[in-house]
C-alpha cells in the first residue's frame, strides 16, 4: 500500500461492507459496498438489517436544454445482488426495479468512505464521499448525530447537460416496525416540511409524540447546492402511485414538488395513520463537458431519549424486538449527552453545514495522519477498521458526558451490558484517541462501583442511580482497571485527576491481598471470575500478571499522590508475587495453572497453553511500566503462544463452542494443550478464536521482538474481513461491534515504541519497524499529531512530531530534541 492510498477496495458484490456513518454515541447508519443505505441505527438501539423504504438517492441527466435523457435515470446504488428469493419478489419499497448503476467499489480512508459508481451507459461518471467528521481529542464535535454524502459528477461528453441528484427518505420518526406485507409503521403519522437554513434547503422530519417518549425525535435531509427543490411528500395514493410519481416527475425535470392529489379518488385510498410518509430534496447543476459539479446532502437526525438503565429502548406494537418487554416500556428516561447540543435534527444539521469547513479539515488531518503511516498496510487496516466500535450502538455517551457501553450488539438490543471491566481491559482505541471519555469510565469504576471494603461491580448499573450489580468480582477487570488508571493518568499528567480517584483504586488494589490471596505469598489462587464468564482457580498467569502489572502501577500513583505505606507495600508484594508466580507457573515454555487436579473444577485449562496468558504483562508495556515477570520467560511464553495457537488455516479444527473461523481461514485459538491434559470440560470458549486476543497477543509480540509472527497474526484477522465473509468494520464476538477489538490500537504504540509520561512533560518513540524511514499517528492527551523518524547515514537518528491539533508545548521528544510546536 502507497502513502495516502486506501486500505482495501470492495466490489458491490461484498455484501457483508458496510461502513458506519454517525457520531460518538449518537446512533448511525451505514453505506454499503453498492452505495445503499443499511443498518438504520438512530433509536438508541441496534437495528442490524433494516433497510428504511424508499429511502435512496438517484441521479437523473438531461441535455443542456431539459429535454430527457433516455435512460438517463439511476438509483445511485450498484444492482441489487443475490439471494433473490423473496416471496413476492422485491416490494416496491426497495425501489430494487428501478434503473440501477451498472457496478459500484467502496473504500475507505477512516472517516471518509468512497464509493465509486460505473455505468458505461451514462454520459457522466459519478463517485459518492461520505463521512462524519471525527476529531481525536474533541468528543463534541466527532459527536455530531449527522452525515454528509458528497456526490461528485464528471461530464465525460462533448456537451453540456443537465444533472440533478435527489435524496429520498421517509419520515420515520416514531419508528415501531415492519407488518406481514413489509410496509413500514410509525407510531403517529409524521409531518415532513421543507425549511431554508443559512446556505441550505431542505426537509424537515418530526411527529406529535410527546416529548417524554422514547419515540420521540427528528430527522433532516438537506442540500447546500443553490438550486435545490423540496417534495415535502410523495403522491398519496394507493399501491405504487407515489414512487411512480416520484421516478417520473424526477426522470423529466430533475426536480421534485409535493404532487397534487386526486381527489376522486382519495375517499378509497387514504393512506393509514401509522405509514410514513416520504420526501425528496433534489439539487441541480449545469455540467460543462469534462467538468466536475458537486451535490453535497446532510441527513441528520435527533433522538434524544433513551431508557435510564439497560434495557432496550422498546418497540411498542408489531416489530417489537425480542426482549422489550413492560420495564423498558415503562422505565423513565434519560437524555443523551448529543442532545444537549442538539435537541433537534434541523440544529444538528445548521451546526454541521455552519462549520463544515472546519470540521473537515481537522477529519483530513486525522485521516492523513493515519494513512501516510509506515506501518505495516494491515495495522492501519486494524487500526482504522476498529474505530468504529466507539461510533457503534456498543457506546453512548450520558446526559452528563459519561461514556458508557455494552460489551457488543445484537441485531435488535445491546448484549451484556454494564461497561464490563474485564472486556475494556483489552480495549486502547478510545484512551488513546479520546482520553477525556476514557477517564469517566475511571470514575465510575474507581468513584461509583468500588464499595468502602475495596468491591469493584465489574458491570455498572450505579451510573444510572440503579443498584449495583451483584456478583463475584472479576479479577481480572478489578485489577486491570488499576493498571488502566495508571495508564490514563500518563497521557494526561493530570494529578488531581489521579488524586481525586487513588482512594477507590487503593481499596480496589488492597481487596486483592485479602479476597484472592489467601495464603499471603502475594499470588492470587482463590476463586478468580475472569474474563471467560467462569472462575479461575489456583495460580495462573492470566489474573497473576495483572496482579503484578497492579502492583507495579499501584506503586508508581502511591508514590505521586504522597502514600508512602502502601507504595512500600506494593513494592514488596511485586518483588514477592513476580518471583512466587514465575517459581509456581513457569514450565519452561510458557506459564500455566497449578492445580492438583485439574477437573476438580469445572472450566480450567491447567497445563494448556493460554493465549492471552500475559495480559497483564502487555498492559504494563502498554502503560510504559515494562516488564513483570522475568523478561526471558515473558518472551519465550509469547512466542510459544504464537507457535502452539496461531494456524493458517483452520480445517481439521474441532469447536463445538461459538465459531468464528472456518475451514479455510486463519487465526489463534484461544487455548491450547500441546502436551496433553486438556481437562474433560476445559473452560468456555477454549477453542474459540476473539480478534481482541489476536490484537492483544501480536502486540505483545511486537514488544518481545517478533513484528513477522505479529503482522501474521493481523493479517489473519483482516483476510477474514474481506467484506463478502465478514465486515470489515465490524468485528464480532458477543455481538456486533465487540468492544475488545479494540486492542488493535495497542499495535500502533507496540509498532512505534511510543512512550509517554505527561506528566513528566516527555514522549519518546522507539520504532521496531522501518527505523531508517518511518511515520506514524500519535495522541497525547493534550495533543495529535505525526511523529517521523529518519536515520542518517552515520546511523544518527533524527525525529520530531508534527502537532495537528492542540498543544504539546514544554514535551520534550525522545529526550533530548526541542520541545515540539503548538497547534491550534
Given at each position: 500500500?502507497?502513502?495516502?492510498?486506501?486500505?482495501?477496495?470492495?466490489?458491490?458484490?461484498?455484501?457483508?461492507?458496510?461502513?458506519?456513518?454517525?457520531?460518538?454515541?449518537?446512533?448511525?447508519?451505514?453505506?454499503?459496498?453498492?452505495?445503499?443505505?443499511?443498518?438504520?441505527?438512530?433509536?438508541?438501539?441496534?437495528?442490524?438489517?433494516?433497510?428504511?423504504?424508499?429511502?435512496?438517492?438517484?441521479?437523473?441527466?438531461?441535455?443542456?436544454?431539459?429535454?430527457?435523457?433516455?435512460?438517463?435515470?439511476?438509483?445511485?446504488?450498484?444492482?441489487?445482488?443475490?439471494?433473490?428469493?423473496?416471496?413476492?419478489?422485491?416490494?416496491?419499497?426497495?425501489?430494487?426495479?428501478?434503473?440501477?448503476?451498472?457496478?459500484?467499489?467502496?473504500?475507505?480512508?477512516?472517516?471518509?468512505?468512497?464509493?465509486?459508481?460505473?455505468?458505461?451507459?451514462?454520459?457522466?461518471?459519478?463517485?459518492?464521499?461520505?463521512?462524519?467528521?471525527?476529531?481525536?481529542?474533541?468528543?463534541?464535535?466527532?459527536?455530531?448525530?449527522?452525515?454528509?454524502?458528497?456526490?461528485?459528477?464528471?461530464?465525460?461528453?462533448?456537451?453540456?447537460?443537465?444533472?440533478?441528484?435527489?435524496?429520498?427518505?421517509?419520515?420515520?420518526?416514531?419508528?415501531?416496525?415492519?407488518?406481514?406485507?413489509?410496509?413500514?409503521?410509525?407510531?403517529?403519522?409524521?409531518?415532513?416540511?421543507?425549511?431554508?437554513?443559512?446556505?441550505?434547503?431542505?426537509?424537515?422530519?418530526?411527529?406529535?409524540?410527546?416529548?417524554?417518549?422514547?419515540?420521540?425525535?427528528?430527522?433532516?435531509?438537506?442540500?447546500?447546492?443553490?438550486?435545490?427543490?423540496?417534495?415535502?411528500?410523495?403522491?398519496?395514493?394507493?399501491?405504487?402511485?407515489?414512487?411512480?410519481?416520484?421516478?417520473?416527475?424526477?426522470?423529466?425535470?430533475?426536480?421534485?414538488?409535493?404532487?397534487?392529489?386526486?381527489?376522486?379518488?382519495?375517499?378509497?385510498?387514504?393512506?393509514?395513520?401509522?405509514?410514513?410518509?416520504?420526501?425528496?430534496?433534489?439539487?441541480?447543476?449545469?455540467?460543462?463537458?469534462?467538468?466536475?459539479?458537486?451535490?453535497?446532502?446532510?441527513?441528520?437526525?435527533?433522538?434524544?431519549?433513551?431508557?435510564?438503565?439497560?434495557?432496550?429502548?422498546?418497540?411498542?406494537?408489531?416489530?417489537?424486538?425480542?426482549?422489550?418487554?413492560?420495564?423498558?416500556?415503562?422505565?423513565?428516561?434519560?437524555?443523551?449527552?448529543?442532545?444537549?447540543?442538539?435537541?433537534?435534527?434541523?440544529?444538528?444539521?445548521?451546526?454541521?453545514?455552519?462549520?463544515?469547513?472546519?470540521?473537515?479539515?481537522?477529519?483530513?488531518?486525522?485521516?492523513?495522519?493515519?494513512?501516510?503511516?509506515?506501518?505495516?498496510?494491515?495495522?492501519?487496516?486494524?487500526?482504522?477498521?476498529?474505530?468504529?466500535?466507539?461510533?457503534?450502538?456498543?457506546?453512548?455517551?450520558?446526559?452528563?458526558?459519561?461514556?458508557?457501553?455494552?460489551?457488543?450488539?445484537?441485531?435488535?438490543?445491546?448484549?451484556?451490558?454494564?461497561?464490563?471491566?474485564?472486556?475494556?481491559?483489552?480495549?486502547?482505541?478510545?484512551?488513546?484517541?479520546?482520553?477525556?471519555?476514557?477517564?469517566?469510565?475511571?470514575?465510575?469504576?474507581?468513584?461509583?462501583?468500588?464499595?468502602?471494603?475495596?468491591?469493584?461491580?465489574?458491570?455498572?448499573?450505579?451510573?444510572?442511580?440503579?443498584?449495583?450489580?451483584?456478583?463475584?468480582?472479576?479479577?481480572?477487570?478489578?485489577?486491570?482497571?488499576?493498571?488502566?488508571?495508571?495508564?490514563?493518568?500518563?497521557?494526561?499528567?493530570?494529578?488531581?485527576?489521579?488524586?481525586?480517584?487513588?482512594?477507590?483504586?487503593?481499596?480496589?488494589?488492597?481487596?486483592?491481598?485479602?479476597?484472592?490471596?489467601?495464603?499471603?505469598?502475594?499470588?492470587?489462587?482463590?476463586?478468580?471470575?475472569?474474563?471467560?464468564?467462569?472462575?479461575?482457580?489456583?495460580?495462573?498467569?492470566?489474573?497473576?500478571?495483572?496482579?503484578?502489572?497492579?502492583?507495579?502501577?499501584?506503586?508508581?500513583?502511591?508514590?505521586?499522590?504522597?502514600?508512602?505505606?502502601?507504595?512500600?507495600?506494593?513494592?514488596?508484594?511485586?518483588?514477592?508475587?513476580?518471583?512466587?508466580?514465575?517459581?509456581?507457573?513457569?514450565?519452561?515454555?510458557?506459564?500455566?495453572?497449578?492445580?492438583?487436579?485439574?477437573?476438580?473444577?469445572?472450566?480450567?485449562?491447567?497445563?494448556?497453553?493460554?493465549?492471552?496468558?500475559?495480559?497483564?504483562?502487555?498492559?504494563?508495556?502498554?502503560?510504559?511500566?515494562?516488564?513483570?515477570?522475568?523478561?526471558?520467560?515473558?518472551?519465550?511464553?509469547?512466542?510459544?503462544?504464537?507457535r502452539r495457537n496461531f494456524r493458517k488455516e483452520f480445517r481439521g479444527h474441532a469447536n463445538a463452542q461459538r465459531t468464528y473461523v472456518l475451514d479455510g481461514e486463519g487465526g489463534l485459538v484461544l487455548c491450547s494443550w500441546p502436551r496433553g491434559g486438556r481437562p474433560r470440560l476445559p473452560f468456555v470458549y477454549s477453542d474459540e478464536v476473539w480478534t481482541g486476543v489476536e490484537y492483544q497477543v501480536a502486540a505483545h509480540l511486537v514488544y518481545e521482538g517478533c513484528v513477522e509472527e505479529a503482522l501474521a497474526i493481523v493479517t489473519a484477522v483482516r483476510d477474514r474481513h474481506d467484506g463478502v465473509r465478514r465486515n470489515p468494520w465490524n468485528e464480532v464476538e458477543c455481538g456486533h461491534h465487540y468492544v475488545r477489538s479494540l486492542a488493535s490500537w495497542g499495535l500502533l504504540v507496540a509498532l512505534s515504541g511510543y512512550r509517554f509520561d505527561l506528566g513528566e512533560k516527555r514522549v519518546s518513540f522507539q520504532p521496531a519497524v522501518s527505523a531508517e524511514d518511518f511515520s506514524c499517528f500519535f495522541s497525547t492527551g493534550t495533543a495529535w499529531g505525526i511523529y517521523r523518524q529518519r536515520v542518517d547515514r552515520k546511523g544518527v537518528r533524527h525525529?520530531?512530531?508534527?502537532?495537528?491539533?492542540?498543544?504539546?508545548?514544554?514535551?520534550?521528544?525522545?529526550?533530548?530534541?526541542?520541545?515540539?510546536?503548538?497547534?491550534?
Open positions: 500500500m502507497k502513502r495516502g492510498s486506501p486500505s482495501r477496495t470492495f466490489a458491490h458484490t461484498a455484501g457483508e461492507a458496510a461502513f458506519l456513518l454517525g457520531g460518538l454515541g449518537t446512533g448511525n447508519v451505514s453505506l454499503g459496498a453498492r452505495g445503499d443505505l443499511r443498518d438504520w441505527e438512530l433509536w438508541n438501539r441496534p437495528s442490524k438489517g433494516l433497510k428504511i423504504p424508499y429511502s435512496f438517492f438517484a441521479l437523473s441527466c438531461r441535455e443542456a436544454d431539459g429535454t430527457p435523457m433516455p435512460g438517463g435515470t439511476r438509483v445511485l446504488e450498484a444492482t441489487v445482488q443475490p439471494p433473490y428469493s423473496q416471496s413476492h419478489g422485491f416490494a416496491s419499497a426497495t425501489a430494487a426495479g428501478l434503473p440501477h448503476m451498472r457496478a459500484a467499489a467502496l473504500s475507505a480512508q477512516y472517516p471518509f468512505a468512497t464509493v465509486g459508481f460505473t455505468d458505461p451507459s451514462l454520459p457522466v461518471a459519478v463517485r459518492l464521499e461520505a463521512f462524519t467528521p471525527f476529531i481525536p481529542l474533541d468528543a463534541d464535535d466527532s459527536g455530531i448525530p449527522a452525515a454528509v454524502f458528497r456526490y461528485q459528477v464528471t461530464n465525460r461528453s462533448r456537451r453540456s447537460l443537465r444533472v440533478s441528484i435527489a435524496g429520498s427518505l421517509a419520515n420515520v420518526v416514531g419508528y415501531r416496525g415492519f407488518d406481514s406485507f413489509k410496509n413500514l409503521l410509525v407510531e403517529r403519522g409524521g409531518t415532513s416540511v421543507s425549511r431554508e437554513g443559512p446556505g441550505f434547503r431542505g426537509l424537515y422530519c418530526s411527529s406529535a409524540i410527546a416529548a417524554d417518549s422514547l419515540s420521540f425525535g427528528s430527522l433532516a435531509l438537506v442540500s447546500t447546492n443553490a438550486s435545490v427543490t423540496c417534495a415535502e411528500s410523495w403522491l398519496e395514493g394507493g399501491w405504487f402511485d407515489g414512487i411512480q410519481d416520484f421516478w417520473d416527475r424526477f426522470a423529466a425535470t430533475g426536480r421534485v414538488a409535493r404532487p397534487q392529489v386526486f381527489a376522486a379518488a382519495r375517499s378509497r385510498i387514504d393512506m393509514p395513520a401509522d405509514r410514513p410518509t416520504v420526501g425528496s430534496v433534489a439539487a441541480e447543476e449545469r455540467i460543462g463537458p469534462g467538468r466536475t459539479a458537486a451535490f453535497e446532502f446532510v441527513l441528520a437526525w435527533s433522538f434524544p431519549n433513551r431508557p435510564r438503565g439497560w434495557k432496550a429502548a422498546p418497540t411498542p406494537g408489531a416489530g417489537a424486538p425480542p426482549g422489550a418487554g413492560a420495564a423498558a416500556a415503562t422505565a423513565p428516561i434519560l437524555r443523551n449527552y448529543y442532545a444537549r447540543r442538539f435537541p433537534d435534527a434541523w440544529d444538528a444539521a445548521t451546526y454541521l453545514v455552519g462549520n463544515l469547513p472546519r470540521l473537515e479539515a481537522l477529519s483530513r488531518q486525522f485521516s492523513r495522519a493515519l494513512y501516510t503511516s509506515t506501518l505495516p498496510p494491515a495495522v492501519i487496516d486494524a487500526l482504522a477498521s476498529n474505530i468504529t466500535v466507539i461510533r457503534s450502538p456498543t457506546c453512548f455517551r450520558l446526559e452528563d458526558g459519561t461514556f458508557v457501553s455494552w460489551e457488543g450488539c445484537h441485531d435488535t438490543e445491546g448484549c451484556c451490558e454494564g461497561s464490563c471491566t474485564h472486556v475494556w481491559n483489552y480495549a486502547q482505541t478510545l484512551a488513546f484517541l479520546f482520553p477525556e471519555l476514557e477517564r469517566t469510565m475511571r470514575r465510575v469504576e474507581f468513584g461509583l462501583e468500588t464499595d468502602p471494603d475495596g468491591r469493584m461491580a465489574f458491570r455498572t448499573y450505579r451510573v444510572f442511580g440503579l443498584p449495583a450489580w451483584e456478583m463475584l468480582p472479576a479479577a481480572d477487570g478489578q485489577l486491570g482497571a488499576v493498571i488502566r488508571l495508571y495508564r490514563d493518568w500518563k497521557l494526561c499528567g493530570d494529578d488531581e485527576f489521579l488524586r481525586s480517584l487513588w482512594p477507590g483504586a487503593a481499596r480496589a488494589l488492597d481487596f486483592a491481598f485479602a479476597f484472592w490471596d489467601l495464603d499471603g505469598d502475594c499470588v492470587l489462587e482463590s476463586q478468580q471470575h475472569n474474563t471467560y464468564d467462569i472462575e479461575f482457580y489456583g495460580p495462573n498467569p492470566l489474573t497473576g500478571a495483572m496482579f503484578c502489572a497492579a502492583l507495579k502501577a499501584g506503586a508508581a500513583m502511591a508514590a505521586r499522590v504522597g502514600d508512602q505505606g502502601r507504595r512500600a507495600r506494593y513494592e514488596e508484594a511485586l518483588v514477592r508475587g513476580s518471583q512466587n508466580l514465575d517459581r509456581l507457573c513457569w514450565d519452561g515454555e510458557y506459564y500455566v495453572q497449578r492445580l492438583p487436579d485439574v477437573d476438580a473444577y469445572r472450566y480450567q485449562f491447567g497445563i494448556g497453553c493460554l493465549s492471552d496468558q500475559l495480559l497483564g504483562q502487555l498492559l504494563a508495556h502498554v502503560a510504559g511500566l515494562g516488564y513483570v515477570l522475568p523478561r526471558e520467560h515473558v518472551r519465550k511464553a509469547v512466542r510459544s503462544v504464537y525525529g520530531g512530531v508534527e502537532v495537528l491539533y492542540g498543544s504539546m508545548e514544554g514535551v520534550a521528544v525522545n529526550g533530548e530534541e526541542a520541545p515540539a510546536r503548538t497547534a491550534r
